[in-house]
């Protein structure tokens, strides 16, 4: 497969893109800044420089020729502020659907967040519209015909993947392995699973198809 991953710099992305091309698939990471390239190499995909903050539906899209599956594994930082938190998590997720639109490429994979359906739509904090944002895009991308799939993580941890998953629609609280949520999003490729599924996923007790058939 080759499979082209929005935000390929980022530690989900890298991971992912050592996972699939380990497995001989050809991911592709986009980046926009030159700098990163050389990690994008080191994990076994090819780059791309792309600023998808800057660029438009079409020119993506012909960047998109002959590829599989899109990932959307973007994000504006925590650092960011309330802009590129629109213009990042929720603009940038909805221009690689459009992209894949034009590109006639099904398959896509958002890498959301747990419980941003639950924003407080009257507040001005930083991680409230960072909820918003991650939201709206989900919705957007569930009105497209695609073959979509929307991974809603819980917190981000930075420890040893242990394969070992629990998802649902809802779950709760929890945490999640970078490296778990990255082999999911793999699995979820290369085995076409969880189509039109939206759900969230943290550490658990089963495999990843094992955990997807549940849902």
């Known amino acids: ?6 935000g390929g710099h980022g530690k989900i992305a890298l991971i992912l893109e050592n996972l699939l091309s ?24 090819s780059p791309l420089l792309l600023d998808l903050e800057s660029t438009d539906a079409a020119t993506l899209a012909d960047s998109l020729s002959e590829v599989d599956a899109v990932v959307f594994a973007a994000g504006g930082g925590p650092n960011s502020g309330p802009d590129r938190k629109l213009t990042v998590d929720r603009d940038a997720a909805i221009l690689l659907a459009d992209a894949a639109e034009i590109a006639g490429v099904r398959r896509i994979v958002i890498v959301s967040a747990m419980a941003t359906d639950d924003y407080d739509a009257d ?3 930083g991680f409230q519209i960072y909820l918003k944002a991650k939201s709206e895009a989900d919705a957007a991308i ?20 242990t394969g070992l998953v629990q998802v649902s629609e809802s779950i709760g609280h929890g945490s999640i392995p970078r490296a778990d949520v990255a082999a999911l999003i793999a699995a979820i490729l290369v085995d076409n699973l969880a189509v039109r599924k939206q759900f969230e996923v943290i550490s658990g007790e089963k495999s990843a198809s094992e955990a997807l058939a549940d849902l």
């Open 1 to 6: 497969m080759k499979i082209v991953i929005a």
């Open 22 to 45: 380990e497995a001989g698939h050809t991911p592709i990471g986009i980046i926009r800044n030159p700098a990163h390239a050389a990690d994008v190499l080191g994990a076994g995909a």
């Open 123 to 125: 507040s001005d904090d």
């Open 142 to 161: 569930r009105s497209r015909d695609l073959d979509w799939t929307i991974v809603r993580p819980g917190g981000l941890t930075d420890d040893a993947g």
